[in-house]
């Protein structure tokens, strides 16, 4: 317990106060206490704490639900709510954010206790199952048949699987952050334009097959690979496009192919070919 830390984002500095006092004679640590949602989203980078304490409504532009919101989005903080407003709209807006909790001024400190502990609790079991599922999918991942990296909505790389670290001859060391553009380089085999993102084509499309006639994926070494591909975007729960997933493979064996059977019949074996 000494080692979670809880923020206070809280408007009336003596509640905060009062707040603070009850978390550390629990054994709680209080890196930071803040009135204002822009402050909140700052210090909560800064500190990643293990649960936040938000009070509905704030000082600022921001009000408690949509810094809550924010939070939720990029850093995946667990909060509990604390507000002295129960009404419908304001209990409906709050639900949209997931919390962890949600407490009605003025209360008691064993109930604020009992609603952290489970908030911890429950924070700690989604980690766990979380983790036990990245695992299995990752292991599915890297034992696929196909090339696949999958990107946030900017581009930037959160995942790729072993062979297409093989056929871009990017690590996942290197890869991981990259924006997909500097890792998957993709050109037109007819003109050789570079192709445009094919998270930005997601984005805008949705589930897409093909980026270019004759795509030829320029690897990390200058190897020129024909690849087949296609993207589709990532949902979270809320239905919000969070990404995208790139899927490709190498073609060439194919293509050999198919230069091979053009070769055979532009040398007047069509004929022979039909009729065997």
């Not at 009062?18 to 800064?46: F, N, Q, R, T, W």
Request: hydrophobic share 35%.
């Amino acid at each position: 317990m000494k080692d979670t830390k809880i923020m206070i984002v809280e408007d009336e500095k003596i509640v905060a106060l009062d707040i603070k006092d009850s978390l550390e004679h629990y054994g709680y640590s209080v890196p930071c206490m803040v009135s204002k949602g822009e402050e909140a989203i700052k210090m909560a980078e800064v500190h990643h704490p293990d649960l936040i304490l938000m009070d509905i409504v704030l000082r600022g532009k921001m009000d408690g639900i949509e810094t809550a919101k924010v939070i939720h989005d990029d850093l995946d903080i667990p909060i509990i709510y604390l507000t002295a407003y129960s009404d419908e709209k304001t209990l409906q807006r709050a639900k949209m954010t997931a919390p962890y909790g949600h407490i009605l001024k003025p209360f008691e400190e064993r109930e604020l206790r009992t609603n952290i502990e489970i908030a911890l609790h429950k924070s700690e079991l989604e980690k766990t199952r979380l983790f036990e599922s990245k695992r299995c999918i990752s292991s599915l991942l890297d034992n696929i048949g196909d090339a696949i990296i999958t990107t946030d909505p900017k581009g930037n790389i959160r995942l790729i699987n072993p062979l297409a670290q093989a056929l871009t001859g990017y690590r996942e060391e290197e890869a991981l952050g990259m924006n997909i553009e500097k890792v998957f380089k993709v050109v037109s085999g007819d003109s050789r334009k570079c192709v445009s993102s094919p998270t930005d084509k997601v984005l805008k499309e949705g589930t897409f097959y093909g980026l270019a006639d004759q795509t030829i994926l320029i690897s990390k070494n200058s190897a020129n690979i024909p690849i087949d591909i296609l993207g589709s975007p990532i949902h979270n729960k809320n239905d919000e496009v969070v990404g995208a997933v790139i899927v490709f493979y190498d073609i060439k064996e194919r293509k050999d192919i198919e230069k091979a059977f053009m070769s055979y019949k532009s040398n007047g074996n069509s004929d022979y070919m039909m009729n065997h």
